[in-house]
């Protein structure tokens, strides 16, 4: 079973239980259509768990609270990795080299393949035991905050399934599998149209349904961002994580805003070039060619609108992407 398809199983718990809050429940639990197609998804979701021999336990790991986990650890990693900066910076001989390297952010910490992010998280423990204990006050960390750190990674790489997951799959019926998530993808394709009936007269229910779809593990060789943009606001993404070649997939699930991309070596909007998003459309892009300007090491991403909240998605490939998105228009 590959990472796209764990992810789209992961999904769909996540979906059922923002269908069946006590807050969303009532909008739909008395149309029959809406009812049929839930049960659907469920029928066809629970079969490849059985063909593929797993639990939705397996699909999240052996901790019931991995995502507060993951998150906790995220937090303190972003603190080490600025007291060790500041540390490389102001001690009695600088060591610029070693403040360069600690760039992590609570996105690189939180989001992507939990392998890839458990790597980042250890060097940060690795640089943060640099720092001598008399001199951990004067960047604000605690032998007990490093203690505690050291011990949610370990927790954290116990909790990750997808070792475990690779292993159980192998002696699944493979052909049944594929066969079945193409049927669980129309069903959940069914199932959006119906629940996209309710955004004109419930459309915060809509948008918490839709940010369910969004699948943020997507494995070693993917990394995804995540924006809700104010009219005209901006963002940075992906700061040198990506070559030319690589593959972009875009997503604008904004009903009404539009959005546009640029490549550039600043966290500034560029004054020309880039790429216009309409609302609700997805492109997939080849880094730099789809962008109409010259290559830079962010993806930036600003709102176009003055009214209304952008709700963005990137998905960053090496090299080609499998994605079915389209590309852009003379592309």
């Known amino acids: ?51 593929a021999g797993l639990t939705e336990a397996d699909l999240h790991g052996n901790t019931t609270n991995k995502e507060q986990l993951w998150h906790d650890t995220a937090l303190l990693g972003v603190h080490m990795n600025i007291g060790t900066k500041v540390w490389a910076e102001n001690k ?54 490093i203690t505690n750190y050291t011990a949610n990674i370990a927790a954290l790489t116990l909790a990750n399934p997808q070792f475990r997951i690779a292993q159980v799959v192998k002696s699944a019926a493979t052909g049944d599998i594929v066969e079945k998530f193409v049927l669980l993808k129309k069903a959940m394709a069914k199932q959006d149209n119906l629940i996209h009936t ?77 790429f216009e998003i309409d609302p609700e459309q997805e492109f997939k892009m080849e880094i730099p060619t789809a962008f109409n300007c010259p290559f830079g090491h962010y993806i930036i991403v600003v709102s176009l609108s003055d009214t209304d909240d952008a709700n963005v998605t990137g998905i960053l490939a090496k090299g080609k992407s499998a994605s079915g998105a389209p590309t852009p228009p003379l592309i």
């Open 198 to 274: 309710y955004r004109y007269t419930h459309k915060v229910f809509v948008e918490s349904y839709d940010n369910g779809r969004i699948i943020i593990d997507l494995g070693k060789t993917m990394k995804t961002e995540e924006a809700v943009l104010h009219p005209r606001e901006h963002v940075a993404w992906f700061h040198k994580k990506y070559l030319p070649g690589d593959t972009l997939t875009f997503r604008n699930h904004s009903v009404l805003a539009k959005v546009k991309v640029f490549l550039n070596d600043t966290t500034d909007v560029p004054a020309t070039g880039g």
């Open 1 to 51: 079973m590959t990472d796209r398809q764990l992810n789209y199983l992961r999904m769909v718990p996540v979906e059922r239980g923002i269908l069946e809050s006590t807050t969303n429940a009532p909008i739909w639990d008395t149309n029959t259509f809406v009812v049929a197609a839930k049960g659907n998804v469920q029928t066809i979701f629970d079969q490849i768990l059985v063909d």
């Open 92 to 145: 009695i001989v600088p060591d610029p080299v070693l403040a360069e390297m600690m760039h992590y952010t609570m996105t690189d910490l939180s989001r992507g393949a939990i392998q890839e992010v458990l790597v980042s998280m250890n060097f940060i423990l690795g640089k943060v035991n640099l720092i001598p204990v008399l001199e951990l006050p004067n960047v604000n960390i605690t032998p007990l905050q």
